[in-house]
T-cell receptor
Framework: TQLLEQSPQFLSIQEGENLTVYCNSS?????LQWYRQEPGEGPVLLVT?????EVKKLKRLTFQFGDARKDSSLHITAAQPGDTGLYLC????????????????FGKGTKLSVKP | DSGVTQTPKHLITATGQRVTLRCSPR?????VYWYQQSLDQGLQFLIQ???????AKGNILERFSAQQFPDLHSELNLSSLELGDSALYFC???????????????FGPGTRLTVL
């Protein structure tokens, strides 16, 4: 069972279009992270959202954490070919200070291709 | 460049063999995390070490083991290799032991293991 479901799995769009990718779970997370991974490289952290309802912007990327902290979305405005890559969401279960760990649970990702 | 180094970049071996993957964390980071990424399962957490001690275990097989040395570099040992162990193996490092909802992790470039 995949704890974090990402949709769509694949997305191919033209430069200049807008898009939204989703990350959904039935579990509550302490926080949620978004990563971007390019072929042959490791994932790179884009943002961490912690508070339910939180919205963070990173240039043309807007990240939102659901009110119940079970889901998140990533919206890209005016996509560019440089946005091409695998977008991964990761849920963090934090057991509190003095707790044992804050493991990352990853979704399978959305593979985005932006054509010029 | 995340500052995390992994060697080797590629590894091709035969079933039944044993291999060792190496990871050097970013300067100042005490935690090392190991992940396996395959096409069907996505990015799966294997194990975490913090300052030389095992901190958390994920979906790590009994044939796999890891350790973190006093200089904080880590090795992941994979033995009795099977075809299904072919995957990308990533190491990530972080400052904290995971006791934070942020739990920022910085990923290395990965080792691509091919078992023939």
């Amino acid at each position: 069972t995949q704890l974090l479901e990402q949709s769509p799995q694949f997305l191919s769009i033209q430069e200049g279009e807008n898009l939204t990718v989703y990350c959904n779970s039935s579990s509550v997370f302490s926080s949620l992270q978004w990563y971007r991974q390019e072929p042959g490289e490791g994932p790179v952290l884009l943002v961490t959202v912690v508070t339910g309802g939180e919205v963070k912007k990173l240039k043309r990327l807007t990240f939102q954490f659901g009110d119940a902290r079970k889901d998140s979305s990533l919206h890209i405005t005016a996509a560019q070919p440089g946005d091409t890559g695998l977008y991964l969401c990761a849920g963090v279960w934090w057991r509190g200070y003095g707790g044992s760990q804050g493991n990352l649970i990853f979704g399978k990702g959305t593979k985005l291709s932006v054509k010029p | 460049d995340s500052g995390v180094t992994q060697t080797p970049k590629h590894l091709i071996t035969a079933t039944g063999q044993r291999v060792t993957l190496r990871c050097s964390p970013r300067s100042g980071d005490l935690s090392v995390y190991w992940y396996q990424q395959s096409l069907d399962q996505g990015l799966q957490f294997l194990i975490q070490y913090y300052n030389g001690e095992e901190r958390a275990k994920g979906n790590i097989l009994e044939r796999f083991s890891a350790q973190q040395f006093p200089d904080l570099h880590s090795e992941l040992n994979l033995s009795s290799l099977e075809l299904g162990d072919s995957a990308l193996y990533f190491c990530a490092s972080g400052k904290t032991g995971g006791a934070s909802p942020y739990n920022e992790q910085f990923f290395g470039p990965g080792t691509r293991l091919t078992v023939l």
